[in-house]
């Protein structure tokens, strides 16, 4: 019998990825197994864990799971047996997976620690393609006000608008301001741009009377501080 063209029901059932979760938990499961069971049906030529492997191995600069939160509806689609619905169902799931570290995150949460900061938003932004700055105010006393993307920049270089983040601090009647700001690459260490602006904005602030606490730099799974550096 050739096992390659078996249905999902025809498998032994130790290979269902749907009778093996049951039996041994979600944790047996391959990757492949785990995305055939949201995916739920494959094609006529097709069974889902085999769709599946198709998705995870589509992109070939980051393949496996890591890739799904760089495929794009466009992209999901282009995949034979991948629909307007199951490129929907793939969209969610990575914007759940955020969510969901966000708010196993939110309760450790202390804006005077650059980790903890860190941590929420890594999710959000160690998977971007372009660079995003995140402007985050607190109050006298450092308790979140609200947080606000200021820019969207260029594949390799973002764009710090000073005079804008300073108007809307006040606007918010934040005392203390942190920057998030990602590097694509995935490498956090600042780049001389990095640090001259940082200077700058801290000079703005200081004329003002905000106080500048921090320029977290997220990479991939991995941050910098440009306090703990010692260059703010």
Not at 201 to 219: F, P, Q, R, V
Request: net charge positive; hydrophobic share 40%; proline share 4%.
């Amino acid at each position: 019998m050739n096992t390659n063209h078996l249905t999902v029901k025809e498998l032994p059932a130790s290979e269902r990825p749907y009778e093996k979760c049951e039996s041994y938990g979600p944790g047996s499961l391959s990757d492949a197994e785990l995305l055939a069971v949201i995916l739920r049906t494959g094609t006529k030529s097709l069974r889902a864990i085999d769709l599946a492997v198709k998705v995870l191995n589509y992109s070939a600069k980051n393949p496996g799971l890591k890739g799904l939160n760089y495929l794009t509806m466009k992209e999901l689609t282009q995949i034979s047996g991948i629909g307007r619905v199951k490129a929907i169902e793939l969209l969610c799931l990575t914007e759940l997976t955020k969510r969901m570290s966000k708010e196993i995150h939110k309760e450790s949460l202390k804006f005077i620690t650059p980790k903890s900061i860190s941590d929420y938003y890594m999710q959000d932004l160690r998977h971007l393609s372009r660079e995003q700055v995140l402007l985050l105010m607190l109050d006298s006393k450092s308790r979140f006000i609200r947080d606000v993307i200021m820019s969207s920049g260029t594949i390799n270089a973002s764009i710090m608008p000073v005079r804008e983040v300073l108007i809307q601090a006040l606007k918010e009647e934040a005392v203390n301001i942190i920057i998030v700001h990602n590097h694509p690459s995935g490498d956090p260490s600042p780049s001389s741009e990095d640090i001259r602006v940082t200077k700058r904005m801290k000079e703005a602030c200081n004329l003002i009377g905000l106080t500048l606490m921090d320029h977290i730099i997220i990479g991939d799974n991995r941050y910098i501080s440009l306090k703990e550096q010692g260059l703010i």
